[in-house]
């Protein structure tokens, strides 16, 4: 067989591969117009109505962490997804795929837990799906979620449509579900613990629809962190990006955790942030709209969309030199030394 | 972050670029010999702050970098081996050898694991008694205690399903082997912080003693790589080159004693064949016949199927003697990027080639 023609792990890390393949193998095959946007969720009219369809699957290992599971992550995500299309999210759907052998009390917690986010939303869980797979054939728990929403009257919100001038907005800390993960996965004891921000955003886009309908784009910044989606923004619109590195917030103990592996914050996955690009004249109404909420208390402003170097995005470093912020290339790796 | 953000500090960092600028009048080359140091470098745009005659020159000190393709060749031979689990830190996962990668390799069914340490490894050999689990040592003075304190446990175990291939390398020989060469006119050495923690500083004593170079030690923060680059500024305005550190807070001057000790417990020095560079005497670390239950290389016999192949064009080999730079070389960017590396500089986090592709093109 030849391996250079298999797929390899990098190939859903959610940098460059990941989107060379759904680039490639999907949308070049199945394109039309609404796929083509990639957006996290896709919108489309039916009946007259405006509605926000979306799906994904939860992959994630150990099913447990601090600060959340399998269960409120693929609600979350799901929600997530579709709040960045600026709907409200109603139905959701749940496939399950079990590894024969997982203990009933985890799916049961894994069940509370999905109640607990799907009630948190505001959403119903109103069709499922479950499959058992030999012991070996999954990793103990997999679960698809799709999501359907109602995209509100005038809201037309896309990865599309940051225009140069546009404000950039954060709704919080970088890097904390994925240091949560890693530091679960690894068995690091870090004494301050690293505590996933998996949450479901909604109400907060709620909010910050109705302080100003001037929101472009939204976009949670879940693998590939940051740095690659607002890399997938500035190609999707055809803009560049300026980010201030001292605007960025990380929390002490997830930096400390990045240095210790050789990890960049801002390609490591969030589970409960938002970014906002705003036009500049309601920049500040959104940000306060954003502060109002627990999720976005620490929001803030961390750049602003230029006309230059389009498809790029530059940060001006603490130091204050700029360089370019790229991609995640392949997996998140730690440093050999 | 404590320990961290203070060495980050912009009003700091711009109190000595303005001394480094005030300082610095004549042009000079400074490499730095460390991949870590590269990156920071290219991470805070250190390079755009320095004074234009100031030049930053990338070293060799990358060790997924320099390790030869016939020995990546030997990585991707004991993979092959049915029952073989190789273990290994992340980067060298996707680095090309003649043939594939360890990626590839086990997108097409060989078992390799990414771990994070070298205990993650022995815990693997426990839980697998079946499996035959190699880990792959690769590094410099940095990581070969840990893994020598590996072999010491696997031994105190009598773990007889763990070994190590040892690619392991010592830097103040290449140092040595470059300035030699004479390749490039160096005026300053950012020695590596890291390695000097274990080695000390005083094992830098040759570079102004024999060669007449200044140099010091750094750490990774913008702040050391500034400290460490005025400390050189001043050793060469005042024609007066010594060791200095601007790495105080890790580095002693006679290293780590019982780090040392325990490398000369497992290992003794060896040739080791350096991308780029060929053999050096002395630069490897081969494992000690005491352990030879636990050395890769006599537990298994590794058959190359081919000849080792360099890629063609590909530059890394100029690239870590500072000779030529990523952009000199006619694949980057193109042929060769971080998806499809065709050399080593660009799949390491430390490599050359990442952080020029990463950080470094021009902003239009």
């Not at chain 1, 993960?181 to 629809?209: H, W, Y």
């Not at chain 2, 792959?136 to 003075?141: A, L, T």
């Not at chain 2, 005083?202 to 060669?211: H, L, N, S, V």
Request: hydrophobic share 40%; aromatic share 6%; with cysteine.
């Amino acid at each position: 067989m030849d391996a250079s023609k298999t797929v390899l792990l990098a190939h859903g890390s959610g940098g460059k591969l990941s989107q060379d393949l759904v680039r490639k193998m999907f949308v070049g095959e199945l394109a039309n117009e609404t796929l083509s946007r990639l957006d996290d969720a896709a919108c489309f009219s039916l009946n007259g109505g405006r509605l926000a369809f979306t799906t994904d699957s939860y992959v994630v290992s150990p099913i447990f962490f601090p600060g959340g599971d399998i269960g409120k992550l693929a609600v979350c995500g799901t929600v997530n997804d579709l709040a960045t299309a600026g709907a409200a999210p109603k139905f959701l759907s749940l496939a399950f795929i079990i590894e024969e052998g997982l203990p009933l009390e985890d799916l049961a917690r894994v069940v509370n837990s999905i109640k607990a986010a799907s009630s948190e939303a505001g959403v119903c869980i109103v069709t499922g799906d479950t499959k058992v797979v030999n012991r070996g054939k999954a990793d103990r728990l997999f679960i698809n979620t799709s999501g359907v929403g109602i995209v509100p009257d005038g809201i037309n919100i896309s990865g599309c449509n940051a225009k140069p001038g546009d404000i950039v907005m954060l709704s919080g800390s970088i890097g904390d579900h994925g240091m949560a993960i890693m530091a679960q996965r690894e068995g690091f004891n870090f004494k301050v613990p690293v505590e996933s921000d998996c949450a479901p955003l909604n109400g907060m886009v709620t909010t910050m629809l109705e302080a100003s309908k001037n929101i472009h784009v939204l976009r949670d910044p879940t693998r590939g962190g940051l740095a690659t989606t607002l890399n997938e923004i500035a190609a999707q619109s055809n803009v560049g990006i300026d980010i201030d590195e001292t605007k960025i917030p990380v929390k002490d103990a997830v930096g400390a955790a990045c240095e210790l592996l050789g990890f960049d914050p801002l390609y490591v996955a969030n589970e409960g942030k938002m970014i906002a690009i705003v036009a500049p004249e309601d920049a500040d109404k959104v940000l306060e709209a954003m502060r109002r909420n627990s999720y976005g208390s620490k929001a803030s402003i961390i750049g602003e969309v230029v006309s230059g170097h389009p498809g790029r995005v530059v940060l001006k470093t603490a130091l204050g030199a700029r360089r370019i912020v790229d991609m995640l290339s392949g997996e998140l790796l730690p440093r050999i030394c | 972050m404590k320990f961290a953000t203070e060495f980050r500090d912009s009003a700091l960092a711009k109190k000595l670029l303005d001394g480094i600028r005030r300082k610095s009048t004549r042009p000079a080359n400074i490499m730095e010999f460390c991949g870590g140091h590269t990156v920071a470098i290219f991470r805070y745009g250190l390079r755009d702050l320095l004074p234009p005659h100031l030049k930053l020159l990338s070293g060799p000190g990358c060790p997924v970098c320099v390790t030869s393709t016939a020995d990546l060749d030997k990585v991707m031979a004991l993979a092959r081996i049915p029952g073989v689990t190789i273990t290994t830190f992340g980067d060298l996962i996707k680095v090309p050898a003649s043939y594939g990668s360890l990626d590839r390799a086990r997108a097409a069914g060989a078992d390799v694991r990414t771990v994070y340490s070298t205990l993650d490894a022995l815990d693997i050999a426990r839980n697998n008694p079946g499996k035959k689990v190699v880990f792959v040592g690769i590094g410099f003075e940095t990581t070969a205690p840990t893994v020598a304190a590996a072999i010491l446990q696997a031994d105190a175990e009598k773990l007889q399903n763990f070994s190590v291939i040892s690619l392991h390398k010592v830097t103040p020989p290449v140092t040595r082997a470059l300035l030699d060469a004479g390749e490039v006119k160096i005026q300053g050495i950012i020695c590596p912080g890291h390695v000097s923690a274990i080695i000390g500083a005083d094992a830098w004593y040759f570079i102004p003693g024999r060669y007449g170079i200044a140099c010091a030690v750094s750490g990774f923060e913008p702040l050391d790589i500034l400290h460490c680059v005025d400390m050189i500024i001043d050793q060469i305005e005042s024609g007066a080159p010594r060791v200095q550190t601007a790495y105080s807070r890790a580095v002693r001057a006679e290293g780590n004693p019982q780090a040392l000790a325990m490398l000369d417990r497992v290992f003794e020095v060896a040739p080791a064949d350096w991308r780029g560079v060929g053999s050096i005497p002395e630069s490897g670390l081969a494992i000690r016949e005491e352990f030879a239950a636990h050395d890769a290389e006599k537990v298994f016999e590794i058959k190359l199927e081919r000849e080792p192949r360099e890629p063609a064009g590909c530059l890394c080999g100029e690239v870590i003697r500072a000779v030529k730079t990523p952009e000199d070389c006619k694949l980057f960017r193109k042929a060769c990027t971080p998806e499809n590396p065709v050399g080593p500089c660009m799949v390491s986090s430390e490599g050359s080639c990442a952080a020029y592709y990463h950080f470094a093109e021009a902003i239009g």
